[in-house]
């Protein structure tokens, strides 16, 4: 079935970049997508890439794709305390396409 | 405007009650989505409404779950002699239409905890 691959934890310094990494199993995905969930709050919606593309940049968030490897990155530059909370990494299947599946999610926390 | 909204925000029962989680989407969105968060488990998909259908109901995880949605808006789940495997968040989230491109926005979740 599909899964979705994220590491747990991420520490990183206030003003260092920070890369979330994601690995993904189903070739079929259109959209893959980044979330951000602070403490007792729900998701938020960061970014998201079209399967079509390589790269997306908006304003300090990156996100890879590397199709072949079924491997998704986000990268946050000049990370700050405000940036610490939990990143699910989520792609889409099936031929409905609205089906999302998460990874466990990544808990990135920002040291200042 | 108004995100979609979720009650009650906390919710304590004892093993074997009944609950309701309700879930306001935003308005003049058409799907609607619940899906649970376990501790260690991330997100499961649990159903999915478009109007007030439920074209795939294949996450729910027992006979004793079971949502329905009214008037295209107001969605209710209902977890029938609740179980102590039940503790979990339970987000809603809505969007415009069911196309993948068509963005989840997600509500702050209700935390149940079944002693």
């Known amino acids: 079935g599909e899964d979705v691959e994220q590491s747990l934890f991420l520490s990183v310094r206030e003003g260092d970049s920070s890369v979330i990494n994601c690995t993904y199993t189903?070739?079929?995905?259109?959209?893959l997508y980044w979330y951000k969930q602070e403490p007792g709050a729900g998701l938020q919606l960061l970014t998201y890439?079209?399967?079509?593309?390589d790269m997306k940049q908006d304003q300090r968030l990156t996100v890879l794709l590397n199709k072949k490897d079924k491997h998704l990155s986000l990268r946050i530059a000049d990370t700050q305390t405000g940036d610490s909370a939990i990143y699910f990494c989520?792609?889409?299947?099936?031929?409905?396409?609205?089906?999302?599946?998460f990874g466990k999610g990544t808990k990135l926390s920002v040291i200042p | 405007g108004a995100g979609v909204s979720q009650s009650p925000s906390n919710k304590v029962t004892e093993k074997g009650k009944d609950v309701e989680l309700r879930c306001d989407p935003i308005?003049?969105?058409?799907?609607l989505y619940w899906y649970r968060q376990s501790l260690g488990q991330g997100l499961e998909f649990l159903i999915y409404?478009?109007?007030?259908?439920?074209?795939?109901k294949s996450g729910l995880p027992s006979d004793r779950f079971s949502a329905e949605r009214t008037g295209g808006s107001v969605s209710t789940l209902t977890i029938q002699r609740t179980q102590q495997e039940d503790s979990a968040v339970y987000l809603c989230?809505?969007?415009?239409?069911?196309?993948?491109?068509?963005?989840?926005?997600f509500g702050p979740g209700t935390r149940l905890l079944v002693l």
């Open positions: 989230a809505s969007s415009l239409g069911d196309r993948a491109s068509e963005t989840q926005y």
């Open positions: 189903d070739s079929s995905s259109t959209y």
């Open positions: 890439i079209f399967s079509n593309m």
């Open positions: 989520a792609e889409n299947y099936g031929a409905g396409s609205y089906q999302l599946t």
């Open positions: 308005s003049g969105h058409t799907a």
């Open positions: 409404f478009q109007g007030n259908s439920a074209p795939d």
